[in-house]
């Protein structure tokens, strides 16, 4: 594989009498390739470095934070989450957490969600005996005979924790969350128990109203810049699954609008509608005859006319994302059962051309802002660097869309089961969440480390040493 190496000589004497006091480190250096050159950042750049947006995390302890990417600036959105066991025998059965932080589009507003797991007959606000755990050890015994509850509330506050208000409050579990464009509406997909019907609805912040926008599963969806249509993505067995467009109504009380768009999908997670709202991509079935290939398709939205940008053997797994700016496509496709894995594409709508990444078992990629760049997770259980495997099961490259260099940022790493959640669904989490810095220079992850989980800010001309900004399980960096 390429990596970056070009190093100019002012450079490398500017970093060296820059970069002398250190800062705390995962020990990732040796998981670098051994002919790549990586310096410590030292306090002096880390303060004098142009800071690019704000990062909100999950804590260790359940609370949410935002920083910026010095590490300072902390700000504590909550502070009353309490983990304790609900398996744990006693008087009290209560534990509180926090999930789900989620930026607006803008980066101007936080929405977050409260989990709370009550003994009923403490809780005069407890609707039933059901319970929805985040994590495995702390799912009730068969023995235990309190009459154990979930509730849940969604809140939504500026994006340094004032004005928070509540959204919404119940039983249901939100499962995912994501901003329209006007800044105002958070769709939140909800769980109901064990209940494989998933709701998805609309909450407002202006008059805190609750909508349901439609029922089904799986379900994935993607927003249009105008902030009042979708395009969502129901079930996965033909013919029950189905693709629409939902214009939503311009006034309270008014009536939504749903198209079904008469196409035969492929196998793929969510859509996705270009930046500026006036095309969709979606894989579709071949509609020649004899034909069982899988076609990615680009639709224009006024005619429904489309364009077909690659044609690939068999019944394959697709997804695919527009870049940014809406000038590439992005896509994995793989006839693996578990979701498309393999190499990357990157196909440009003005010229036609393609480039394919060396590597063939990618498993997620992201989109930096400036859409010159993609990040990559590779799954490593395939390569022969036996020292990155003995770190951790992924690593993570950047690919340089101008000079067509790929950069191995961090080889071998262990990830917490929130971000394994946000890979493996990433193809929706890149609608409504960033690793990616506003000014496309970092990323951030959470990385274990021996007992702990830290958020590393990554560099990603992959010269500088990943640093830790903080303890926690997820992070994610706002618009601006």
């Given at each position: 594989m390429l990596l970056k190496k070009q190093f100019q000589f002012v450079f490398i004497l500017l970093s060296f009498s820059l970069f002398l006091s250190g800062c705390e480190q995962l020990p990732l250096d040796a998981a670098i390739k051994?002919?790549?050159?990586?310096?410590?950042?030292?306090?002096?750049?880390?303060?004098?470095?142009?800071?690019?947006?704000?990062?909100?995390?999950?804590?260790?302890?359940?609370?949410?934070?935002?920083?910026?990417?010095?590490?300072?600036?902390?700000?504590?959105?909550?502070?009353?989450?309490?983990?304790?066991?609900?398996?744990?025998?006693?008087?009290?059965?209560?534990?509180?957490?926090?999930?789900?932080?989620?930026?607006?589009?803008?980066?101007?507003?936080?929405?977050?969600?409260?989990?709370?797991?009550?003994?009923?007959?403490?809780?005069?606000?407890?609707?039933?005996?059901?319970?929805?755990?985040?994590?495995?050890?702390?799912?009730?015994?068969?023995?235990?005979?309190r009459n154990l509850v979930s509730s849940f509330t969604i809140y939504a506050s500026d994006g340094d924790g004032s004005n928070q208000q509540e959204l919404w409050s119940g039983t249901a579990r939100p499962i995912y969350m994501y901003w329209a464009p006007d800044q105002t509406h958070l769709s939140v997909l909800l769980q109901e128990g064990n209940s494989p019907s998933l709701h998805l609805a609309l909450l407002s912040t202006a008059d805190q109203s609750v909508e349901i926008l439609d029922v089904g599963a799986p379900f994935f969806w993607d927003w249009a810049s105008n902030g009042r249509q979708l395009i969502t993505h129901v079930g996965n067995n033909f013919p029950s699954e189905r693709i629409s467009l939902l214009d939503l109504p311009a006034e309270k009380g008014g009536e939504q609008i749903e198209e079904i768009?008469?196409?035969?999908?492929?196998?793929?997670?969510?859509?996705?509608?270009?930046?500026?709202?006036?095309?969709?991509?979606?894989?579709?079935?071949?509609?020649?005859?004899?034909?069982?290939?899988?076609?990615?398709?680009?639709?224009?939205?006024?005619?429904r006319s489309k364009k077909v940008i690659d044609r690939i053997d068999g019944d394959v797994f697709i997804n695919a994302g527009f870049s940014p700016d809406g000038s590439k496509v992005a896509y994995i496709a793989s006839a693996s059962e578990g979701g498309a894995r393999g190499e990357l594409a990157i196909y440009d709508l003005e010229t036609g051309?393609?480039?394919?990444?060396?590597?063939?078992?990618?498993?997620?990629?992201?989109?930096?802002?400036?859409?010159?760049?993609?990040?990559?997770?590779?799954?490593?259980?395939?390569?022969?660097?036996?020292?990155?495997?003995?770190?951790?099961?992924?690593?993570?490259?950047?690919?340089?869309?101008?000079?067509?260099?790929?950069?191995?940022?961090?080889?071998?790493?262990?990830?917490?089961?929130?971000?394994?959640?946000?890979?493996?669904?990433?193809?929706?989490?890149?609608?409504?969440?960033?690793?990616?810095?506003?000014?496309?220079?970092?990323?951030?992850?959470?990385?274990v480390n021996g007992n702990k989980s830290e958020i590393m800010l990554i560099n990603a001309s992959g010269r500088i040493l990943p640093r830790k900004l903080a303890t926690g399980t997820l992070a994610f960096w706002s618009a601006e």
């Open positions: 051994a002919d790549s050159v990586q310096l410590e950042e030292s306090d002096f750049t880390i303060r004098v470095t142009p800071k690019s947006g704000r990062i909100t995390f999950l804590g260790e302890d359940g609370n949410i934070y935002t920083l910026n990417q010095a590490g300072t600036e902390i700000k504590a959105i909550t502070n009353d989450a309490n983990r304790a066991s609900i398996s744990q025998s006693g008087n009290s059965a209560n534990a509180l957490n926090y999930l789900l932080p989620t930026w607006s589009t803008n980066g101007q507003k936080l929405a977050f969600a409260q989990y709370a797991v009550i003994d009923e007959s403490k809780k005069d606000f407890a609707q039933k005996p059901s319970y929805i755990p985040i994590r495995q050890n702390e799912r009730p015994s068969q023995q235990d005979s768009l008469g196409v035969r999908p492929g196998r793929f997670m969510a859509p996705d509608l270009s930046p500026n709202g006036d095309q969709y991509i979606l894989p579709i079935r071949s509609d020649e005859k004899g034909d069982d290939d899988t076609w990615l398709a680009i639709f224009n939205m006024q005619n051309s393609r480039t394919i990444s060396e590597e063939k078992n990618i498993i997620a990629f992201f989109w930096a802002p400036n859409s010159k760049k993609i990040a990559w997770i590779e799954e490593l259980s395939n390569r022969s660097d036996s020292e990155a495997i003995k770190k951790g099961p992924w690593g993570l490259f950047v690919f340089d869309l101008d000079s067509k260099s790929e950069t191995e940022l961090v080889a071998g790493f262990e990830t917490t089961p929130q971000f394994t959640e946000v890979v493996s669904f990433y193809n929706q989490y890149q609608r409504s969440a960033n690793i990616w810095s506003p000014a496309s220079q970092h990323l951030v992850l959470p990385i």
